[in-house]
């Protein structure tokens, strides 16, 4: 008995479509897989694709409130324990509304020659005579050390601007 040529056909045309399904569902996996690699779906509508990270509305407002609520409580806690600013007396405050260089005024109140306050800060002392006496301005790197050495902010040694100008 011989069978007609539509009927042959027909596993042919089933197992063909049997290994595109499969060579289908291989692709799929495989581009999962590459997608999954770049982008990682960590739940609770946060996921993170190489430097950025996508957050869903409700976690973000979580976030946003959280950030506040520390913000609160940084705000209670300096109200509740103030920090302690150093007062300088009035003869050291007129010193330096009379132009008398902030550094040089703070060093003395505490007591330090320049060559100690030079060694402690890490400053040739040369160089934290001419800050003093105004021939150098001073660099940025220079006056954070030396406001470490001395205990106050790089505020309180700055030079005021029309002395500095």
């Given amino acids: 008995m011989k069978?007609?040529?539509r009927a042959s056909?027909?596993?042919?045309?089933k197992k063909a479509f049997f290994h595109q399904k499969r060579a289908l569902?291989?692709?799929?996996?495989?581009r999962a897989k590459k997608a999954t690699k770049h982008h990682k779906v960590i739940g609770l509508g946060l996921r993170i694709s190489g430097e950025s990270v996508t957050l869903d509305r409700d976690r973000y407002a979580a976030l946003i409130s959280y950030?506040?609520?520390?913000?609160?409580?940084?705000?209670?806690?300096h109200a509740e324990h103030p920090?302690?600013?150093?007062?300088?007396?009035?003869?050291?405050?007129n010193r330096m509304i009379a132009g008398e260089h902030p550094l040089r005024v703070w060093r003395e109140h505490r007591g330090m020659s320049q060559t100690e306050?030079?060694?402690?800060?890490n400053v040739?002392?040369?160089?934290?005579?001419?800050?003093?006496?105004?021939?150098?301005p001073g660099s940025a790197r220079a006056y954070q050390s030396l406001?470490?050495?001395?205990?106050?902010?790089i505020e309180d040694i700055l030079p005021r601007e029309e002395e500095a100008a």
């Fill in 67 to 77: 950030i506040e609520d520390l913000e609160d409580a940084q705000t209670i806690m």
């Fill in 124 to 136: 040739q002392a040369g160089y934290l005579s001419e800050i003093e006496t105004g021939k150098k």
């Fill in 9 to 13: 056909k027909a596993p042919a045309r």
């Fill in 25 to 30: 569902k291989k692709f799929t996996m495989v």
């Fill in 83 to 93: 920090i302690e600013k150093e007062y300088l007396p009035a003869d050291a405050v």
């Fill in 147 to 153: 406001a470490g050495a001395l205990g106050v902010a």
């Fill in 3 to 5: 069978k007609s040529k």
């Fill in 117 to 121: 306050l030079a060694e402690k800060a």
